[in-house]
């Protein structure tokens, strides 16, 4: 599975990696503290799954989910 991980705090986005990085067959395609950012990547990298922090500067992790198509 093929996950992005947008949070606007470092410490978070390090410690979600870290225990995903445990898992079997879980590959971390991407980070980012930012909305806009993390939409693009979404849109350039195609996850599985992205993790998406409501509360992030640019758009939050709400509007980004709304706008992934």
Not at 6 to 35: F, K, M, P, Y
Not at 43 to 59: F, K, N, Q, S
Request: no cysteine; net charge negative.
């Amino acid at each position: 599975m093929r996950v992005l991980l947008a949070d606007d705090h470092h410490l978070v986005r390090a410690g979600l990696r870290a225990l995903l990085a445990d898992q079997s067959g879980v590959e971390v395609v991407g980070e980012t503290g930012d909305g806009r950012e993390a939409l693009e990547m979404i849109e350039r990298h195609r996850p599985d799954v992205a993790l998406l922090d409501i509360t992030m500067p640019g758009l939050n992790g709400l509007e980004v989910a709304g706008r992934v198509e």
